[in-house]
Each structure stands twice: as structure tokens, then as C-alpha cells.
């Protein structure tokens, strides 16, 4: 997990503070799929979580840069 923090530091909230709300829901929407016992289900909402967070970093640099 420490690993996996140091990697992902710019998705940092106070990097990219417009993902807060999005992220929330997207992280509730993986643990139902979880507690539902639904690999499918959860593997497309991580799957989705990513392309979101890449999207909002990617879009966060364009503003930046």
C-alpha cells in the first residue's frame, strides 16, 4: 500500500480537488460490487474509477499547462 501511495501522489486530492465528489462515489460504487460479492461488477467500476481519475489528471495538467 505504501508503494502504491508514492506512486499515485499527484491523484492526490489537494492535486486535483474537483475529483473529491466523483471519487467518493466511484470508491462506494467498487465496495457495494465488493460486499455483492460481483467480480464483474467490481472490476468494471475500478475499471471506470481509473479511466475517471486519468481523465481528471489529464484534464487538471491541460488547465495547468
Known sequence: VQGLRQRTKIFDMG???????????????ILDAIQARDPEGATAAMRAHLENVLAGVIAHLRRRF
Open 15 to 29: 492535486q486535483v480537488p474537483e475529483r473529491f465528489e466523483p471519487g467518493i462515489a466511484e470508491h462506494l460504487a
